[in-house]
């Protein structure tokens, strides 16, 4: 087993923060993805343009990724089902966590919320403990 650095992923993560930090300095807001679309479901009289604008970039970032070939995970049509079961489950928790990882993870924590550290040290125990039981039982 050998070691590689993963340029892509610390690239994105450099990307993350910097974007993170340009909407917090420049507007207040703060880079949470369930907040933002939260805040399309339940709109606030102009306070839309920027959150469908955050949206949309993110959706179309994967045609600027392209010429870079960094290849993104294809999804199976049998998997449609529990795709969308999983984001409802994920969208369910972010409302009992008050917040999703970008959010904590990665604004909250850069502002030193206990909350925020609290719910991201959460996150990676599960995280964590769901790849050692698929690691143990194989995949479901």
Request: a positive charge; charged letters at 10%.
């Amino acid at each position: 087993m050998t070691f590689s650095i993963p340029w892509h992923a610390l690239l994105g993560g450099m990307l993350l923060g910097l974007s993170a930090a340009i909407l917090m300095l420049f507007s207040g807001k703060v880079a949470g993805i369930s907040g933002i679309v939260n805040g399309l479901i339940q709109p606030k009289k102009g306070d839309t343009a920027w959150r469908a604008a955050f949206i949309i970039a993110m959706i179309l970032s994967a045609v600027f990724i392209a010429p870079f070939d960094i290849n993104l995970p294809s999804l199976r049509p049998d998997s449609y089902l529990l795709i969308a079961l999983a984001g409802l489950l994920v969208g369910v928790g972010t409302r009992l966590g008050n917040g999703c990882t970008s959010g904590h993870g990665i604004v909250g924590m850069g502002r030193f919320s206990v909350r925020s550290i609290v719910a991201t040290v959460v996150f990676m125990i599960s995280a964590i403990v769901v790849v050692y039981f698929r690691q143990l039982f194989g995949a479901i």
